[in-house]
């Protein structure tokens, strides 16, 4: 490898998969950023045909926009050097891949936090031009627990549903909430507008059930997360104050009439 004002550089050579057509090598890490001239020299003779090649400059990681979040959150990995083209570019969190890589207007690597992953600390490996890059130090992200409901406490929860009453504060429980009530949205089928979270920890958020709410599910839209988080359905507790069906399994008995029968 030779550059115009340098000495050459010679290239370690992969002999074992050396061929008569083919010289696998490695470009030396001496090498400075810019334009080259390759020479092919053999026992036998220098080869007349010169290769250009250009060497680019070394990306260099100086940065990560976060180190923690859900799956699905945006990751912004800065430093210089990236390239222009996304698709030279492969993350991978643990062994899992970043389905899409984008470059923002400063240069810096976009991704979103790969489905798939289980919670707890992860090892981003950064990828360009089927090198390995150093993210000097910030390699790791720690994967938020994915927010679930396991049950919705009211005053009326029976063997066979739960029931609320408009304006009444019932409580999810579950676990991933959060703490800030800004970074969810709580919404009642048939009811437009979200409801107003009382309180919220990462195990529990209660609400009031909205005027409107005439049975269904509820859906729960946490920032930074894709899927939202839907709870089992809830009724109405009827007008007439009966709950026969939510307390007894076989209340209701249908008879099949048979002619000629007693």
């Known amino acids: 490898f030779f550059k115009a004002g340098g000495e050459p550089v010679e290239a370690a050579i992969d002999t074992d998969n050396l061929t008569d057509k083919s010289i696998p090598l490695t470009v030396p890490a001496s090498l400075e950023a810019g334009d080259y001239t390759i020479t092919v020299i053999t026992p036998f003779e220098t080869i007349g045909t010169q290769l250009k090649y250009t ?21 912004i990995i800065k430093g210089k050097n990236f390239g222009t083209k996304a698709e030279d570019i492969q993350v991978l969190f643990g062994e899992t891949a970043c ?13 979103n936090v790969p489905k798939g992953l289980t919670k707890g600390e992860n090892t981003i490996k950064l990828i360009i031009l089927d090198t390995e890059i150093s993210m000097n130090g910030n390699d790791t992200f720690e994967v938020w627990e994915t927010p679930e409901i396991l049950s919705v406490n009211s005053s009326y929860v029976y063997p066979y549903g739960t029931l609320v009453v408009s304006g009444e504060k019932i409580t999810f429980a579950g676990h991933g909430f959060g703490t800030s009530k800004d970074a969810v949205t709580v919404t009642f089928d048939g009811v437009t507008v979200p409801a107003e979270i009382n309180s919220i920890t990462p195990t529990a958020i209660a609400v009031n059930v909205p005027n409107g709410f005439k049975g269904g599910k509820v859906t729960m839209v946490f920032d930074g997360i894709d899927e939202p988080v839907v709870s089992d359905h809830l009724q109405l507790l009827p007008e007439d104050g009966d709950i026969t069906p939510y307390v007894l399994k076989n209340y209701k008995h249908e008879f099949l009439v048979i002619e000629g029968s007693v």
């Open 55 to 75: 060497v680019l400059p070394m990306p260099t990681v100086t940065g990560i926009s976060t180190k923690a979040g859900y799956i699905n959150a945006e990751v």
């Open 99 to 111: 389905n899409n890589v984008t470059l923002n207007e400063e240069g810096n690597i976009v991704v």
